[in-house]
């Protein structure tokens, strides 16, 4: 079934902060889990999330860095995950389940921008490895956690998905690398997750959805050289962030919202931005947004699943 993407009027925009759009939702008893929220936007949605009342899971790479962040934050646990290891991820995901608890929220944010020329694992390339097949393998494995009253997974892809369409013939870059078009394969597999998930999940109550969080400063940004980042328009020669930038709690609103908000259940596989559904693109233009076809269509992302099934060795929903 096609994805059909088209604003429902959710009442927020761009500027919403993640706390407006959990202002009168009330998440007492739900747990979330949500990778990376130690940092950048990650961070920002936990603080909104417990301050909502949720119990939050923080997986992480770095898990003293994490406690450290999250030092304070009532309702916050730290385990250990790093998305790049595939035993590891089922390790951390059998803990998880022996506990028997059930989670309601998914949110795959953690991620990489502008790897150099890396492969891990069998030979993969890095942000496909660590964005995209280390979220599917995670919520593969969690499948018997996902709450069976009704599941949300959001997947945070970008505005990147606009630099590549999954390389069919050459996700790994076998031949020739570029880190954009790296980073960009990666957010359009984040977004055609959401899409099959969705169709394979909401039968059962698991609904899923992709967004776009907008353009932010983050140490996501970490590895782009200065006189890059300047070049690109990000920041100014006095390192002062671009118009139409967003600060870290309005960038982790949409993820935030799509986890929550009750309207959108009639619209799983969807591509969200600032707090509703994402028009289709129009232009270019990755700080105006929308999403372009590639990261929507139902057989790219029946034939990504299948891929990912055949690399990762996982299938809990076909």
Not at 183 to 200: C, E, I, P, R, W
Request: aromatic share 8%.
């Amino acid at each position: 079934m096609a994805i059909t993407q088209h604003k429902i009027g959710s009442g927020f925009g761009a500027h919403s902060t993640a706390d407006d759009v959990l202002a009168g939702i009330d998440l007492s008893g739900k747990t979330v889990l949500i990778t990376g929220g130690y940092s950048g936007l990650g961070l920002e949605a936990t603080r909104a999330l417990v301050r909502a009342g949720a119990h939050v899971v923080v997986p992480a790479r770095r898990p003293a860095v994490a406690e450290e962040a999250l030092r304070g934050i009532p309702r916050t646990e730290v385990r250990r995950l790093d998305l790049a290891d595939l035993a590891g991820v089922a390790a951390f995901s059998d803990r998880f389940l022996q506990t028997g608890r059930l989670i309601d929220i998914v949110i795959a944010n953690a991620g990489v921008m502008a790897y150099p020329d890396k492969h891990i694992g069998p030979g993969w390339e890095a942000h496909f490895a660590i964005n995209h097949l280390g979220h599917y393998a995670l919520v593969n494995h969690l499948r018997p956690a996902l709450s069976p009253t009704g599941a949300r997974v959001v997947s945070v892809a970008s505005a990147g998905h606009f630099l590549s369409d999954i390389r069919w013939d050459d996700p790994h870059f076998r031949d020739g690398y570029d880190h954009w078009l790296a980073y960009g394969q990666s957010k359009t597999a984040n977004a055609l997750f959401a899409v099959h998930l969705d169709a394979l999940g909401a039968s059962d109550g698991v609904r899923a959805f992709a967004v776009h969080p907008g353009s932010i400063l983050t140490p996501l940004q970490r590895r782009i050289p200065r006189d890059e980042q300047i070049a690109l328009g990000w920041i100014d020669r006095d390192g002062r962030q671009a118009d139409g930038f967003k600060t870290p709690a309005q960038g982790a609103a949409t993820a935030v919202w799509a986890a929550t908000a009750p309207r959108l259940g009639a619209y799983g596989g969807a591509y969200c931005q600032d707090c509703d559904i994402a028009e289709m693109a129009t232009t270019d233009d990755m700080l105006i947004g929308g999403v372009k076809p590639w990261a929507i269509d139902p057989a790219s992302a029946s034939r990504l699943w299948t891929l990912s099934a055949e690399l990762t060795g996982l299938d809990a929903f076909s």
